[in-house]
């Protein structure tokens, strides 16, 4: 979980912002939360708050009513520059009681307004005793890079990227057999082609991942197999609609004399219309 540990560490180190860009399904929710979880955990250290956008019509004066509802303050002025000083006098007293402040906003690509980003860049900037007082973190798709374009000097700001990949094929098996043991499966119910298969039909992304297998473990539970091989997964990827990658024909099955190299890439092999290695 490299985004959680480069994260915390940005944050103890007041990095002032943390930008964490990920594709659709990456885990930046996932991630929002886990990070929620584990600093309200450590009690008494961090004030933090977790905002998710939900449209992007917003403005800069409803955000930082938010923010300043998030942070505690009861009576939110309704003018922006006095509420911006409620909001320095919070994160004060708040820096005052030993804590820091964190606040995570999730699906940031729906902050589409240059003020908004400049507003962020003023809070970011506030400071006492010099050290700064309010970290935030910013979680969205890549087009959130764009939108922080809108305010290059906040860019210039940004103290952490970090960039969600999808998982490789030995992750995705891991991940696959790691929430089977969760849910309190006791033996690997996918064999490893279908893990193969559901690598190929994921691209490795947490959620495809998921959609993918808890299908095809119901599919697997009606038609009473005892494990789940990769025609199901097959048959599950097809009737979820998930696009096929556009992939040349897998390589004739006996190489001629000679071509077979060390970094040759792994044989396809073919279920229904689908192929992995
Ligand atoms: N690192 C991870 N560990 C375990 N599960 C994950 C991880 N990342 C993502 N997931 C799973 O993938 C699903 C999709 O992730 P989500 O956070 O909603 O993606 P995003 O917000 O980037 O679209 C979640 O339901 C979560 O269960
Ligand atoms: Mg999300």
Not at 92 to 114: F, N, P, R, W, Y
Not at 167 to 178: R, V
Not at 210 to 227: C, H, M, R, W, Y
Request: proline share 6%; hydrophobic share 40%.
């Amino acid at each position: 979980m490299g985004a959680l540990i480069r994260v915390q560490h940005a944050i103890d180190s007041s990095k002032g912002l943390c930008v964490v860009i990920g594709d659709m399904g990456l885990g930046k929710t996932f991630i929002s939360r886990k990070i929620l979880e584990k600093l309200q955990a450590d009690e008494g250290k961090y004030e933090v708050s977790l905002l998710i956008v939900i449209h992007h019509e917003i403005t800069a004066a409803w955000l930082i009513k938010r923010i300043a509802l998030s942070l505690g303050i009861e009576f939110p002025a309704e003018d922006k520059s006095t509420l911006i000083s409620q909001i320095c006098r919070q994160l004060i007293q708040i820096d005052d009681s030993g804590k820091k402040t964190v606040l995570l906003i999730d699906e940031a690509h729906m902050l589409q307004l240059k003020e908004i980003y400049e507003e962020l860049r003023g809070l970011l900037n506030v400071e006492a005793r010099n050290h700064k007082l309010l970290n935030i973190v910013l979680l969205g798709p890549p087009e959130l890079e764009n939108y922080l374009q809108l305010d290059p000097p906040l860019v210039s700001r940004i103290g952490l990227k970090f960039t969600l990949k999808p998982l490789d094929q030995k992750a995705t098996a891991g991940y696959m057999s790691h929430r089977l043991k969760v849910a309190g499966a006791a033996r690997d119910i996918f064999t490893p082609e279908a893990c193969s298969m559901v690598f190929a039909a994921s691209r490795g992304v947490p959620r495809l991942i998921n959609t993918i297998s808890d299908n095809a473990l119901l599919e697997g539970f009606l038609e009473k197999k005892e494990q789940i091989g990769p025609e199901i997964i097959a048959t599950v990827a097809d009737s979820l609609g998930i696009k096929k990658p556009d992939e040349a024909p897998p390589p004739p099955e006996a190489p001629a004399e000679g071509a077979k190299s060390k970094d040759e890439p792994p044989k396809k092999k073919k279920v229904g219309d689908w192929y992995y290695t």
